[in-house]
């Protein structure tokens, strides 16, 4: 199987790699020009080196915008082959996969949506949980690849399932970050420190993987970027655009993409989404 892989960030770059120690044929393509370390796939200069002649493109960019760049603008899916299979890792809304899948199958192309839950760690240990959404046939013929990546595949039914997936699972961890960091901010405040209330919740059935996480963040005050606050409050976005589609209310949502938002506005965009801490510890005066 050859297979084109574009984007190779913090999450694609593992993920390339891995996919290419799994034995297939990847030719692996970054819109930015910088030195990534892929071995054993092959980083090529060009986007069509990358898709001309692959069975499976995958991609792994940012947000919708950057997919239809990539697809469209650029014109990965005209020089894609009829009969190719597209995998979209990147977390997008419902909406849009859907829209884009349409147009790719009237270029002869299958999409499967298959965002991940995790993180860095996870890609490079190939430990991810794939949400696939699309044709059983096409999800299958493609399950060897995902193997590759993930210590799971949930095959959830036709395109835009998978997408959908997704948004929960990230409206469910913002829910999870911001309550902690809130409980954390009073406890500094109440002189107790958040350091003393982290070390009693991990003996707790509340504790969880997330928590444990974002543990050493929290107590150092320092946040660098595992999974970016800008992109938590992108997707909360669309997890509210997808509610108002389907005559939803979500308040929980709304108000922590409210909160992540002003993170954002005051600097801490580009820091893990755990960093939502400082924006709670100034809101209940603890810092």
């Not at 949506?113 to 999800?139: I, M, N, T």
Request: aromatic share 4%.
């Amino acid at each position: 199987m050859r297979v084109g892989f574009v984007g190779l960030g913090a999450m694609g770059a593992p993920m390339a790699s891995r996919m290419a120690r799994a034995g297939f044929e990847v030719l692996a393509y970054n819109r930015t020009r910088r030195e990534v370390a892929v071995d054993p796939a092959r980083v090529v200069a060009r986007l069509d080196d990358a898709v001309a002649d692959a069975d499976v493109v995958c991609l792994m960019v940012s947000d919708a915008e950057a997919v239809e760049s990539v697809l469209f603008d650029q014109g990965a899916a005209q020089r894609m082959r009829r009969g190719a299979v597209l995998v979209n890792f990147s977390t997008i809304g419902v909406s849009e996969t859907e829209r884009f899948a349409l147009r790719m199958a009237d270029l002869g192309v299958e999409w499967v949506d298959a965002p991940v839950s995790g993180s860095v760690q996870p890609a490079r240990e190939g430990k991810l949980v794939v949400l696939a959404g699309g044709s059983e046939a096409a999800v299958r013929r493609v399950r060897p690849l995902l193997d590759a990546v993930a210590r799971s595949v949930h095959h959830l039914g036709p395109v835009g399932s998978g997408a959908a997936m997704k948004l929960l699972v990230n409206g469910y961890l913002a829910l999870v970050v911001a309550g902690a960091s809130e409980c954390l901010a009073m406890a500094d405040k109440l002189g107790l420190g958040r350091e003393r209330l982290l070390a009693v919740l991990s003996e707790t059935s509340t504790w969880s993987p997330v928590l444990g996480g974002k543990r050493e963040m929290w107590e150092r005050d320092e946040f660098p970027a595992s999974f970016a606050l800008k992109h938590m409050a992108k997707d909360l976005n669309l997890l509210r655009t997808l509610a108002h589609e389907r005559t939803a209310a979500l308040p929980l949502a709304a108000a922590a993409h409210t909160l992540y938002l002003a993170s954002c506005a005051h600097g801490l965009a580009d820091a893990d989404m755990a960093a939502v801490f400082r924006q709670l510890a100034e809101t209940v005066g603890s810092r």
